[in-house]
């Protein structure tokens, strides 16, 4: 990787403001997404303090409150994770796609960077041992979408002010 991409003089990992938006629906396994990105993102040296929670009724809410969010100026990035899963009729897929267009629109238009953890898999049941693997899984997600976020914040920097 080109070190002038991650090694910006303006870039200052203790400043950087992100909103992090989170689905109400299987919050037990959505907020371990926000577990995981909020202990990565520590250890790489972001401030607690400096990540904002918004939780949302459900994933199909995210991409307005990423715009919302997004058109204050006051993120340097937003996070979103949710889980859609198939309740016996097809809009499960329609619902994801929508959620996940949307927010690359919001990333498009008001350049501020959007993350998504917005899963859809192809089985889930509420059982125990569906929801132990998935809370485990979206600790892995959280940290992924961390490292994401890192990396296209330190770029951006890079961009503006190289």
């Keep these: 990787m080109n ?6 003089n303006n870039f200052s990992i203790e400043k950087q403001k992100i909103a992090f938006i989170h689905a109400s629906w299987h919050v037990e396994i959505v907020s ?12 790489k040296g972001y401030k607690a303090e400096n990540i904002d929670i918004y939780a949302v009724p459900g994933a199909y ?3 307005l409150q990423a715009k919302l969010l997004a058109k204050t100026g006051r993120y340097d990035a937003v996070a979103a994770s949710a889980l859609v899963v198939d309740g016996g009729i097809y809009r499960h897929d329609f619902v994801a796609q929508t959620v996940c267009s949307g927010l690359m629109q919001v990333q498009l238009e008001t350049e501020t960077p959007v ?8 089985n889930f049941h509420e059982h125990e041992e569906h929801e132990n693997y998935f809370k485990v899984h979206f600790v892995k997600k959280g940290k992924e979408l961390a490292e994401a976020c890192d990396q296209t914040l330190r770029n951006i920097s890079a961009i503006k002010y190289n």
């Design 3 to 8: 070190q002038s991409l991650t090694n910006s």
């Design 32 to 43: 371990k997404c926000l577990e995981g990105f909020k202990e990565q993102m520590i250890a």
């Design 61 to 63: 809410e995210i991409p």
């Design 115 to 122: 993350f998504t953890a917005v899963l859809t898999p192809h």
